[in-house]
């Protein structure tokens, strides 16, 4: 491994991990994401998904109020009294996450106590789980991370041989890829988290994981300490990144090579199909990530090596070295790998650099194309269907529209 | 601890934020953990701006905890201020931060930096996101002015409103109030700035909109201000007034009516000649829009109404007096209104709902069940619920209400906006006859507004059906037990057109309640019909 791993402190333009609520709530419509904290993290949410018109809510804000902060109530009591108001307002609820934010941890109020001491009352009508989103501690997808980590304690326990996809994946992907492991003769393939929150996988000796998305440090601990293998590979972006993934579960199952391959091939020859008028767009063209999902070693890995794209600065708000060896060995040497921010110095580097695409977050998006330099925003990555060999195609598209849209709206400029 | 599923307001440093971001050469330094930086996108997304907002956050994180993160501002201030170079410099603090108690501003102050620092105390978990930003405008004017009060002496040389009349120059006023973020702030500014010109008076500063700490200068130079969103520049006027004898605007003029009275009021404030009340009439369409026949359909249509205090106000004097709405819920979520909403609700026999408890807004809009909503983002979330017809008239708002087409609110253009938009969700005229008329179409179902362009048939109308009739036997459930509907009653119900259906269902189980029946079947509705409108 060659890349050239630096940090930097200082002001950071991300999301804190309770955004990711604005997922996971649709990837499981069974759950409630109530936060625990001010009126800030209510209008976090809101401002991100309130776009959309809610008939039933599926998250909401305990707001802490200043009689909860001079103790005047005791703050366990009044949460209790939330739940109990929002269970009776939506009974179809089956699991209350209680997100933990910067005001609860900053005054420690114990949401883990909260969960247990619901669970007991509610008697398994609902299931209570805690996890942190709070921006002190986790950014961004790091959210999903907690919210997986804290359901793998509630998995059932059985050592029955099967394969376990971490991360979430939209649907339509997940079917797909179970299809392909399938084909490649492993039978039992499941999914965490699940469509519904209820029906959780079982986790034990037998489980082999393999990890759809490369934030989910915490998560995959837990699975070992459950007994689960975690598979090393590259995550499934881009067709190489994607086959890589999967051949490692098939060697997990000792399916023979030539399987994989009489399976395989034929898709990584349409994908590279699918990937060809990408790649003449962004071939040679040069791109700076900005840090702000852990997704951003793995994409420019793909842009690099699959679209031809030169790397300039791949930021990263954390660097899990274990869980992205395998991704640091397929980037070109020298590539220059930013863990952490300095928003500041990080812009004025992209604007020295003048690249052709900047990969970044909402805040930083219309500024800088109103400087003339285009922009991917990052959080899309996350909404998108982007994982399998056949969706490299769709991966590579993300990048190339920014780049197409200029041409068309600016055909004489360079 | 209020379960919130929705928050009319954010933060009030959002609100310190709108003023920052919305003025020239002024910068704040917020105290906030990782995460809120999430507030650029306000800006950014919505508001959909080509530069950052001027703020710079400290970004704590856990680790940051245990260090010194009194330290880490002073950082973050000095760099701040050498790296944007601001005219003057807010310092605040947000929710988190308040809880730490690092005391920035007065870091801040303590920097020995050759800048105006104003120090922001916004009690986070009291207070919210307009309270935030008439409490930056109104700290900040005052901050400079009186950092500038050496120079003048305050007051004492002001010559008062009708001075322009001996200085040979016309009236000058200054704007108040209009913000990013705010409700269709940038277009309402160009009209009312068209509106005054075409007055013979001039406009000074916009204020926070586009203003220097130069033009903050020369606010007391007006003849008068105009506080056109009261919310935000309430306090700022008031000072203004008590400070520099600069008297302001009461109305706000948001439709045929209040247009006018403003510039009555502001006519009279100058000593100008009253203008004429027929100016309305020829410059604007509402009035004959709703004169028109096409507009007799709308006589009467029950309308709940809920927002700021301004645009609320407004809204129900636009709906009954220029629409010919029937106004049957009231309310707002800014407290700092809640007089003026409560004695126009008595006006109307209704009981003002002063709430920010999105649940009870929505069960009042339930009990009231309206033909036409007039809300915000929020009530759009409950109107769905309820399968009536919404339309937006106050923040909170998204995306959508930051359009790129000319759509003011106030003054003339402003009224022809609104009456487009309010009338745009209720079902066409002929539509409607025709939905009460043939029960049995297979595309024009129950519930159906072909004219909103959505697939229609069985499912849409059924859909929303379903959800009203569930919310419906909530809310009925307690009667229940002594109260039934025959299945020639539920027939007769069903006949009765989509919109007013719930409004029936609610009078006719009062009528039987009240007249001691059990069973409610078609006669008891029809006699229900007539007691009521008896």
Redesign the interface.
Known sequence: MSANLLKESGPREVFCGLTSIVWLHRRMPDAFFLVVGSRTCAHLIQSAAGVMIFAEPRFGTAILSERDLAGLADAQEELDRVARELLQRRPEIRTLFLVGSCPSEVIKLDLARAAERLNEELGGRVQVVNYSGSGIETTFTQGEDGALAALVPMLPTSDEKQLLLVGTLANAVEDRLITLFQRMGIATVRSLPPRQSTELPPVGEGTRVLLCQPFLGDTARRLRDRGATILAAPYPLGAEGSRLWMEAAAQAWGVDPTTVSDILDPLMQRAKQALEPHRRRLAGQRIFLLPESQLEIPLARFLHRECGMELVEVGTPYLNRELMQAELDLLPDGTRVMEGQHVEQQLDRVRDSRPDLVVCGMGLANPLEAEGIATKWSIELVFSPIHGIDQAGELAELFSRPLQRHQLLHPTAP | ???????Y???P??GAMRIAASMEGVHYVLHA??????????F???E?????PPV???????R??GGDTAELVKR?VR?AVE?FRPDALLVGE???AE??QDQPGALAAGMGLDLPIVSLEL????K?ENWGAAETLYQLVRGLLLHNAAAQSPGAANPGPQAWKEQQRRPRVNLMGPSLLGFRCRDDVHEIRGLLEDHGIDVQVVLPMGASVADVMRLPDADANICLYPEIAEPCCSWLERNYGIPFTRTVPIGIGATTQFLQELHALLGMEPPDPEEGRQRSRLPWYSDSVDSTYLTGKRVFIFGDGSHVLAAARIARQELGFQVVGLGTYSREMARPVRTLAKELGLEALISDDY?AVEAAMAEAAPELVLGT?ME??SA??LGIPCAVIST?M???DVPARYSPQMGWEGANVIFDTWVHPLMMGLEEHLIGMFRHDFEFVDGHQSHLGHLGGLQAGQMTAE?SADSEEQSTAAHSLTLQWTADGEAELKKIPFFVRGKVRRNTEAYARESGRKEINSETLYDAKAHFSA
């Open positions: 601890m209020d379960l919130t599923l929705w928050t307001e954010g933060p440093h959002v953990p990782q995460g809120d930086t999430y507030a650029d996108l306000l950014t997304m919505i959909r701006r080509g530069r950052r710079t956050y400290t970004t704590f994180q856990a940051d905890l973050h760099e790296r947000s929710c988190t809880l730490i009690p986070a978990y009291s919210k649940l983002q759009r979330h769905k619920r909170p998204h995306v959508q959800i």
